[in-house]
């Protein structure tokens, strides 16, 4: 904030005007924190404006084309006014002409939301407001800037969907036929993710982000798995991913916690072409469809209550079993009264679980030193020797047992 003045101070003295816009400006209003901080600077030359920030510290070059820069050791953007011309049907497809003397209003309007728009003199804090974006921010309400200027860029669709979902606002009707009429196809795989990963981890409920693309009509192509769910499944999938919501900060990896919960109601062929879509990330994707195939089944194990023996299989083919104990948890709902109870018997059980995977146990080395040869034989043996560990047999024993079972093995194959 305070180099922000400083800069602001001399670009007063060369005959312009400096302010906080986007999401800063916003935030502040509604009350909410915001550390990126963004400034605009108007009235003066690209030249005089590299001249300022060269007085000032190192200054860096973020974005040519776009008029962004930046100073060394400072979290603060600067920008200049631009205008943009769609020259194609994706997020990346514009023409960008930087134009310091467009005027505020004219600058403001290629804003995407009119509560992104508003504008804050750094010096004096005067808040320029021309599309009604305050208003906006009192009604919990997204509505976009611009008809001329909203539909050239298709991500803008699943931005108001992200934001309606991060604010719990509603996108307002106009937005919603608007955002009906643009084709979202050509756009980046990052780009949906990265509005989707924003409405998934920063919303309290996750599901106004789906249910807004809903209301556009938009959920195909991308989230088509979703689109296509009987309305009692559907219903089942949203409350599942606001349950997911209050618990994701105590899971290992919140952001595929919150796409397992999004998978929970997907057959495994569906939620695979749903990340497939999305993400190339072999990691995520394991621990995605892992959870969401060990939640299909977590119920039927659980009528069937097969003893200690099942249990500590189950989870050891888990990806996360304390992140499989909350998604349960969060998708179940009201729909299991008795859950608290069966939350601490499993909790007990991957207490256990992890206790015994923590002891000393037998490892290839071991039985390449009793004189096992590598080979398939060995794998079996170790996964014989695996077996005993989870039912809680030391390492002695875990030897002992799995040599005799080898022999035992070699006798019978002979």
């Not at 999401?23 to 550390?35: A, F, H, P, S, T």
């Not at 920008?79 to 194609?88: D, F, I, L, Y």
């Not at 909350?326 to 059980?349: F, K, N, Q, S």
Request: net charge negative.
């Amino acid at each position: 904030m305070a180099m922000a003045r400083c800069i602001a101070e001399a670009v007063v003295e060369a005959g312009g005007r400096t302010y906080f816009v986007g999401g800063c400006v916003r935030d502040r209003l509604m009350g909410r924190e915001n550390k990126d901080i963004d400034i605009e600077v108007h009235g003066v030359s690209v030249r005089a404006l590299e001249a300022i920030l060269d007085g000032l510290g190192e200054r860096t070059t973020m974005g040519a084309s776009f008029g962004i820069m930046g100073l060394r050791h400072y979290d603060l953007d600067i920008a200049m006014p631009r205008s943009e011309k769609a020259t194609g049907r994706g997020h990346k497809d514009f023409e960008v002409f930087v134009d310091p003397f467009i005027g505020e209003e004219r600058a403001a309007m290629r804003r995407d939301f009119t509560i992104n728009a508003l504008m804050e003199d750094v010096l004096t804090g005067e808040v320029l407001d021309f599309f009604g974006g305050r208003e906006d921010i009192a009604a919990g309400r997204i509505r976009h800037v611009s008809d001329a200027t909203f539909a050239e860029d298709p991500l803008r669709v699943f931005r108001a969907a992200q934001f309606a979902a991060r604010f719990n606002f509603t996108v307002a009707e106009e937005t919603t036929a608007i955002s009906a009429t643009m084709a979202v196809e050509a756009l980046a795989s990052e780009r949906v993710m990265g509005e989707l990963e924003k409405a998934l981890l920063k919303a309290a409920r996750p599901s106004i982000f789906f249910r807004e693309l809903e209301k556009m009509g938009q959920l195909n192509p991308w989230f088509e798995e979703l689109a296509v769910l009987p309305r009692d499944d559907w219903r089942r999938v949203m409350a599942g991913l606001d349950g997911a919501a209050a618990v994701r900060s105590e899971t290992s990896r919140p952001l595929d916690f919150m796409l397992a919960a999004a998978c929970a109601g997907f057959a495994p062929p569906a939620a695979k072409r749903f990340l497939a879509r999305l993400t190339n990330a072999a990691e995520a994707t394991r621990y995605v469809l892992n959870m969401a195939q060990r939640h299909g089944e977590m119920g039927a194990l659980l009528a069937a209550d097969p003893g200690e023996a099942a249990w500590m299989a189950f989870f050891d083919g888990t990806a996360c079993p304390e992140d499989l104990i909350l998604l349960e948890r969060a998708t179940r709902g009201d729909g299991t009264p008795d859950w608290p109870g069966i939350e601490d018997h499993l909790r007990e059980t991957v207490a256990l679980y992890r206790h015994r995977m923590a002891l000393p146990h037998v490892m290839g080395r071991d039985l390449v030193e009793a004189g096992v040869r590598p080979g398939p034989e060995m794998g079996r043996a170790l996964a014989y020797a695996h077996g005993l560990r989870l039912a809680g047999v030391d390492k002695a024993g875990q030897l002992r047992r799995t040599l005799a079972w080898i022999g035992q093995e070699v006798k019978g194959d002979a």
